[in-house]
């Protein structure tokens, strides 16, 4: 299997729901690191597996709407704790949707899957990956 990884990071204001989240539950600030990885069983004709250029500027436009930004108060996210393992799922549905609509100088069905990993610190990351097809 063969992937391009790409990454970025965005700086976000957000605040949990329930007592599993301790403090958490209050406002507070995060500084997450995103990466953004294309899988395929294959390269295409030019020896690559997606556009690396494309894939940077798809998964930064991807994140500009987060950045600097109270998910709170977002109305996509309302009602939704946005932890960790929420944003790699909502970053995947955006990145496969460009996929898709053919945005990464490939074909969405020559790509396996997409992973994206979300980290939160240094020790502490989560990812979601789902194929394509």
């Not at 329930?18 to 500084?31: I, N, R, S, Y």
């Not at 987060?66 to 108060?73: I, S």
């Amino acid at each position: 299997m063969y992937a391009v990884e790409v990454s970025d990071q965005i700086m976000i204001a957000h605040s949990f729901r329930g007592a599993v989240f301790g403090p958490a539950q209050a406002l507070h600030g995060a500084t997450f690191v995103v990466r953004a990885a294309f899988l395929s069983e294959s390269l295409d004709e030019n020896g690559i597996v997606v556009d690396i250029g494309c894939a940077q500027d798809i998964l930064k436009s991807a994140l500009a709407p987060l950045n600097y930004r109270n998910l709170d108060d977002l109305p996509q996210f309302k009602g939704v704790n946005t932890t960790t393992e929420f944003l790699t799922r909502y970053v995947y549905d955006v990145l496969a949707d460009a996929a898709r609509a053919g945005k990464l100088g490939r074909s969405a069905v020559e790509l396996a899957s997409i992973r994206i990993t979300v980290a939160e610190s240094p020790n502490a990351r989560a990812w979601y990956e789902a194929p394509l097809r």
